[in-house]
């Protein structure tokens, strides 16, 4: 048996295919059904051996059959999943288109340190918080479920909204365009598996919006008093003196300030 050469398209292709595979397998990851993504491996290399190397033209067409509509099946239930990815890659484009802009405001950094404060202070007397700031993509889906606020950012204010038993304390504050928006907001919760165990739904809700938009997310532990913040499909906790600096470094790397409308 005979193999045809080598050549650069085909190690392009390969390439290609292994790129695919990855970003397929990340979407499964963060759905927490990794289980699922390693058999669909095993029955594209089992289609694959059938279909090509050993030439069996009945159960090639069976194969072929499955996976037509399998793939269809798998848009359906990972829809959601899907739209992120999506959503993900277009931020990251329209990022790049505004490369030459200019980076953070002077008022911008001043609502960072009014945010760390608030964050610092609660996080001092195990006040839970979540707070998103938004980027570059548009967070109207989430700002609507909560109740409208339009103030400027204020460590107070803040605090206040959080405090205990206040109306406004359950869910997700949401700050854009350099103001607090929306109060009570609900966020999606992420089905990460990998979370300790001693998160809570606050960390789970801050990483699910870190998943589908490139927003940050800010959690204050009630229990412990931690510090922790959600970005780029990732949760770290930090301390409260270096809060202000990494949310700068974070809104940095992601986002060209939108001017005030």
């Known amino acids: 048996m005979t193999f045809p050469a080598f050549t650069l398209k085909d190690l392009i292709d390969i390439l290609l295919i292994a790129t695919i595979m990855y970003g397929v397998f990340r979407l499964l990851r963060h759905s927490g059904v990794t289980n699922l993504f390693w058999g669909i491996l095993v029955f594209i290399i089992t289609w694959f051996i059938v279909s090509f190397v050993f030439e069996l033209e009945l159960t090639g067409a069976l194969f072929d059959r499955i996976i037509s509509v399998g793939a269809i099946a798998l848009i359906v239930i990972f829809q959601n999943e899907i739209r992120s990815f999506f959503n993900r ?17 002077v008022e911008s950094q ?33 700002i609507e479920t ?49 979370l300790p165990k001693h998160y809570g739904l606050r960390h789970r809700a801050g990483l699910g919006i870190a998943e589908k938009t490139d927003a940050v997310a800010i959690v204050v532990s009630e229990e412990t008093g931690r510090i922790s913040v959600a970005h780029e499909e990732k ?7 270096e809060l202000s600096d990494v949310l700068q470094v974070a809104l940095d790397i992601n986002r060209q300030i939108r001017q005030k409308s």
């Not at 484009?93 to 200019?102: E, H, P």
């Not at 206040?160 to 504050?173: C, E, S, V």
């Not at 949760?235 to 003196?241: A, F, G, K, L, M």
């Open 235 to 241: 949760i770290t906790e930090v301390e409260e003196d």
């Open 146 to 194: 909560g109740e409208k606020i339009d103030a400027a950012v204020s460590t107070r204010l803040i605090e206040n909204i959080f405090f205990k038993n206040t109306p406004l304390h359950d869910g997700a504050l949401i700050i854009d365009k350099d103001r607090l928006i929306s109060a009570t907001c609900l966020l999606p919760i992420s089905a990460n598996s990998s």
């Open 110 to 142: 001043q609502v960072l340190q009014q945010v760390a404060a608030a964050c610092s202070h609660m996080a001092q007397q195990r006040t839970g918080a979540l707070i998103v700031i938004a980027n570059n993509q548009d967070l109207t889906t989430y």
């Open 89 to 105: 890659l277009g931020s990251k484009m329209g990022r790049m288109s505004r490369i030459f802009r200019s980076r953070q405001s």
